[in-house]
Structure formats: C-alpha cells, structure tokens
C-alpha cells in the first residue's frame, strides 16, 4: 500500500516547508537555516531587513539568546 501523499514534503510547496520549520524552530535548527534559504535570500520583519544567510542566521541566534522561549505562529 502506497503512504499517504504529504504536501509538505512535495518540492513544490517551498511555503508550507518555510510554515513548518518557523512553528518548530530551535536554536539547533539555526545552522541548517541554508537548506531552506538561498544564499541571498531577504529576511524582513518588524525589527530587521537583512541580506543573506549570514544576517538570517544572526536574527536568530540573536532571538533565541535574548528571548524566553521564542516561537511563531503560522497563520
């Protein structure tokens, strides 16, 4: 029997991929951050507008350092 088709998973769906990883993000996913960016990929948010990956990676680890148990929700 073939598993059931998850839409995450298909690589057409790169937003749902982005969803699932911000509603369960931790410090330990900080690193692995390119395999979901490109390298000049824009962050933009209420507090930040950077450029690249690096600056990504700095928000976050900047977030979760400063923060109490950080977390989004994914409307």
Known sequence: MKPPFDPID????????????????????????????????????????VHGIAPIRQIFEHMFARLENPRFEVL
């Not at 996913?29 to 933009?44: G, K, N, S, T």
């Open 10 to 49: 298909h690589p057409v769906i790169p937003i749902q991929r982005i969803a699932r990883l911000f509603s369960t993000i931790s410090p330990a996913d900080i690193p692995h951050l390119a395999d979901h960016y490109c390298e000049d990929a824009e962050f933009v948010d209420p507090f930040n507008a």
